[in-house]
């Protein structure tokens, strides 16, 4: 999830980029920009640790909301809490965002074949999302629900958007990316209709894959929720009740690094019915990592991928990618200086994972803590086993 200093940073660069706009004659252009400024800062406010920072945060979001109106005309109004309620203007909801501001429909050009390793998790995803559109007729003909919910969860930088793409493409089926961090919205009734309209957009193909990621800014416990949040979640389960019907070629996916944080009325049976655990590469995709991240880079005759697979046991996918482009910058800072260009070598290798540790340990750490607090143990089981790193 997005940082809440992030979120303001965002904030202040639409804020001065609409100011400009204003003075140089452009103001419905400049009010769509306050806008985006004001939600940014409602969603920092959210998130933010600190009272203070949340108060601040939110008075900007209500001066640069006031601000926008105030290029259009006073005909909505806007609270405190982050709610809107049109008056001149009813049913017409301009606060909330395009449809293009929500969804990304693509054709995933990556497969299983593409991906190394993960073997036991494939077959997982197969049984879980690719055979129940595969084997439509056999799923119908033994009652078994052919849409349904999958969620993917694991450590960061992991692969799991990866592996959500190559299901889509295995099976044939659109590829619906979900932008979660636009749907939310601090106006009364616009994060509802985003919902809708995802779901009602992924109805109108043949076949889809309606994708998720880190659903957890979403579509968290409603009961530590708050209401705008509440109705968010509301909606999901509605939708995804619709879903669960074996007229239905429609699958909903998902991916989090946090699934204890995500309400437990929406991983039960029905709506995201199969958690499926995402871990860290095994040998086998870290050589495929690898290979990847170094094909189109100068190495030396003496770097062996299958040793430097072996020395990273235990690291992310974005672990490995940052180490190849960190070896790789050791020669180019050399070459930079007026050094002799020379290629990348094992030496540049072991510099960087000699300093590099695993990302993901500090991850399992704070999950196992607060899986404890749910008490949850038993469901995330994966996470709770003992990891040598």
Known sequence: MTSPI????????????AKELEDSGQPERARQLYLKAAKLYNDASASAPDNMDKNTQRDLAEHLFAKAQSLKGPS?????????????????????????????????NIGFSDIGGLENVKEEIRKAIIYPFTHKDLYKMYGQNAGEGILLYGPPGCGKTIMAKAAAKECGAEFISV????????????????????????????????????????AVRRSEAEDYAKRVVNELLAQMDGVDTADNDLLVLAATNEPWSIDPALRRPGRFSKMVFIPEPDLDARIAIFNLQLKNRPLDEAVDVKSLASMTSSYSGADLASICKEAADI???????????RKISMKDFATVIDKRKPSIV??????????QKTEEEDVFSEIMQDIKW
């Not at 985003?194 to 957009?201: A, G």
């Not at 500090?362 to 899986?371: L, N, T």
């Open 6 to 17: 992030t979120l303001a940073a965002q904030a202040r660069g639409y804020s001065k980029s």
């Open 76 to 108: 909505i109004e806007y609270s405190g809490a982050g709610a809107v309620n049109s008056t001149d203007n009813a049913g017409k909801d301009d606060s909330s965002l395009s449809r293009d501001d929500i969804i990304l429909k693509e054709i995933p």
């Open 179 to 218: 932008k979660t961090s636009s749907i939310v919205s601090k106006w009364v009734g616009a994060s509802e209709k985003n919902i809708k309209q995802i779901f009602e957009t992924a109805r109108q193909c043949d076949k889809a894959i309606v994708f998720f990621d880190e659903i957890d800014s979403v």
């Open 331 to 341: 020669p180019l800072g050399e070459a930079l200086r007026g050094e002799k260009v």
């Open 362 to 371: 500090s991850w399992y750490i704070g999950a196992r803590k607060s899986i």
